[in-house]
């Protein structure tokens, strides 16, 4: 199949966006933590990437764009939105977004055909929320869409990295934004020829597996389990942590506005 990569792309307004999505994010979370016991990937790995994400909120996106900067000479970023989004949100084209239209076989045609000419250069990144709908992350099965499997049947070279994401309060009023990477799915190869079904559970499993190591890391509430991306604000804010602070500096105390631990390295 054939077909453009997104036409108004722009590395430049990508990195621009990017450094405004870690200040948003920031604004609204206490900390995006990396689990360390994860894979983390290495951006000398070979060949495009697909990043195959599970979807439990809005934020999926905002976080993908923060953990794309570990990637600095990954310059190609590029994922499928509902085109009536784009059509309200255009300058999104710009980030590497690519309108499609989901459930239908138009729309899973435009997905393989899009992707396919994103992912032509060996340094291209595609994000994907596979499941095509906001999931809560203990469901199972995932139940991902079939045109995953299609895609990876379709690709030579590349690999796809499982990505797990979960949202949790802890000690702070706002949540922790957890995130884990399996290890990668090479692409090509004997297995290339299994049926597109057969990606597509093969997949599944691996970011299902993915999730539930996350759960165990989101359980154990141990900020020491994870590397920390972004740091947030902390305490409750507004009068009542301006009181708070005072009272320290008066007492020659250090002002702590987190209410647990402090933060790890």
Excluded at 92 to 97: A, D, M, T
Excluded at 173 to 193: H, M, S, V, W, Y
Aim: charged share 20%; proline share 10%; hydrophobic share 45%.
């Amino acid at each position: 199949m054939s077909g453009a990569p997104p036409s108004g792309r722009s590395p430049w307004v990508f990195g621009l966006f990017r450094g405004y999505a870690r200040r948003y994010v920031a604004r609204h979370i206490h900390a995006l933590r990396l689990a360390r016991q994860g894979y983390r990937p290495d951006e000398r790995l070979a060949g495009p990437w697909v990043v195959v994400m599970n979807h439990p909120s809005w934020w999926d996106p905002m976080i993908g764009l923060v953990l794309s900067g570990f990637w600095p000479d990954r310059i190609r970023h590029s994922a499928p939105i509902d085109s009536a989004g784009l059509a309200k949100y255009p300058f999104l084209e710009r980030l590497g977004f690519f309108g499609i239209e989901p459930g239908t076989v138009p729309g899973g045609l435009a997905f393989l055909r899009r992707s396919l000419a994103a992912l032509a250069q060996p340094d291209a990144v595609l994000w994907v929320t596979a499941q095509g709908r906001f999931t809560d992350p203990r469901q199972r099965p995932a139940q991902l869409e079939p045109g995953i499997g299609h895609l990876a049947r379709r690709l030579e070279a590349g690999q796809v990295l499982p990505l797990a994401l979960e949202y949790a309060f802890w000690t702070e009023r706002t949540p922790e934004a957890l995130a884990r990477f399996g290890p990668p799915i090479a692409l090509g190869g004997p297995a290339q020829k299994s049926a597109p079904g057969e990606w597509t559970a093969r997949i599944e499993r691996a970011l299902e597996a993915t999730q539930d190591a996350l759960a165990l890391d989101a359980i154990s509430r141990d900020p020491a389990r994870f590397e920390t991306v972004l740091r947030g604000g902390a305490g409750v804010g507004g009068w009542y942590d301006a009181w708070r602070r005072f009272r320290a500096v008066a007492r020659g105390r250090r002002f702590v506005a987190a209410h647990g631990d402090p933060p790890n390295p």
